[in-house]
Structure formats: structure tokens, C-alpha cells
């Protein structure tokens, strides 16, 4: 089975992080141009993959555009379900990114960037274990059905570095070293021999 890793287009945030400070990161929705990097995703992905798909969609709304330009390309009869376990990063009920006081700033750097846990937020670590969880009661209840040939997920660029450190046994501290993950790519994951392997095969270009 195929596990299919797409990162949402361009959002609202993505351009103006203030908006953070005022709209719930739920709500932030695509920008133009993260409406037209699904457009080109979803043509592209039309091309690769079998009526046997199912898709999953993290329900914030830049996501479930993004899905929905996918979906709709897609064979007819391909399911398409929500999970909140994909969601993104939470960083707080809302955050404001001019407001880093001094005693959180010492916070994060005693903690450092997986174990520091945003107010009313989460560590990276809690997204961590979300993307285990994901794999165990998801991934691999869709793998013993033997019902599908692939599993198409469109999350948030945290949830996909956490999903491939666990999958891929990544240490910790090579965190920093993390690619950025471009809006509307696709990262396809395979298992070959036992062992997970992934490759970004797609990033959309827009002109």
C-alpha cells in the first residue's frame, strides 16, 4: 500500500502570521494562490492513483480545500474522511507571534524545540505521538482490510515531519535539520523489505 503525504497550498497565515494573533489556525483559509497549487496538485495526482484510494483530510479549512480540489479529480467513489489526529500543530487558541516574552523565550530554549509545550497549546513531541497514533489505529487498520491500494493524506507541515520521524526512526535532535515541506508537494511512502522509505515526488509550480 502507498501512503501519500500532501501538505495543504498556500494559506492566509503562510503570508501574514498576524492573523494568528486574532483567527483561530482552523479558519485560515487558502490564499489564491494555494488555491491554484491544489488545482495543479490535484491534476497531477488524477494521473497516479487507482479507484482503490481512500483519503483523509485534517479538518482545518486550508486542508479540507486542499483535499477537496484533490478529491474532486479523483475516481468516483473514493471515500473521503476527516481525522482530527492530522491536524496541525497547535501553538495555542490563538498566538501571537510579536508577543514572545522573555520568560518563555528561556522556556523554549530550556526545553528546546520538540519538548517545549505552547500555552494551551502543544509540543511537537504531542504531535509526535498523534502521528503514532495515527499509523496504529488508522494506517494500519486501512492495511489489514486489504481494500486499497492507497492512502492519501493531506495534513500540515509539522504533522508530516513528525509522521516521517517516527516512521523513518529519525533522532530527536536531527529535528533542526528538517527540509521545509513546500505547499501542495506530495511525499510518497512505500515499504520495501520491512523497512519505510519516502520520496517527494511532486511540487506544484504556479505561474
Known amino acids: 500500500m502507498n501512503i ?7 494559506a492566509e497565515h503562510n503570508v501574514d ?4 494573533a486574532h483567527t483561530h489556525d482552523s479558519q485560515h483559509s487558502l490564499t489564491e494562490l494555494g488555491h491554484k497549487q491544489a488545482q495543479v496538485t490535484a491534476e497531477f495526482f488524477k494521473t497516479i492513483v487507482t479507484p482503490k484510494t481512500v483519503l483523509y ?6 486542508t479540507i ?4 480540489a484533490i478529491h474532486s479529480l479523483l475516481p468516483e467513489g473514493v471515500p473521503f474522511y476527516e481525522n482530527p489526529l492530522i491536524r496541525e500543530w497547535e501553538l495555542g487558541n490563538l498566538y501571537d507571534f510579536t508577543d514572545r516574552p522573555p520568560e518563555k523565550k528561556k522556556e523554549f530554549k530550556a526545553a ?5 509545550r505552547f500555552q494551551n497549546g502543544e509540543s511537537l513531541a504531542d504531535v509526535y505521538l498523534r502521528a503514532t497514533m ?6 494500519e487498520r486501512v492495511r489489514k482490510q486489504q481494500r486499497y491500494e492507497n492512502i492519501v493524506i493531506v495534513t500540515h507541515a509539522a504533522f508530516i515531519h513528525m509522521l ?15 527540509k521545509p515541506v513546500e505547499n501542495a508537494s506530495v511525499i510518497k511512502i512505500n515499504e520495501v523489505d520491512g523497512d519505510y522509505q ?8 504556479v505561474n
Open 4 to 10: 501519500y503525504l500532501i501538505r495543504h497550498g498556500e
Open 17 to 20: 502570521k498576524t492573523v494568528m
Open 164 to 178: 516521517l520521524t517516527f516512521l523513518m526512526n529519525w533522532p530527536i535532535e536531527d529535528l533542526k535539520n528538517f
Open 134 to 139: 495515527f499509523m496504529h489505529t488508522v494506517v
Open 112 to 116: 528546546g524545540q520538540f519538548y517545549f
Open 57 to 62: 483530510s485534517s479538518p482545518y479549512l486550508r
Open 65 to 68: 480545500q486542499t483535499a477537496k
Open 198 to 205: 519516502y520520496e517527494k515526488i511532486f511540487v506544484p509550480v
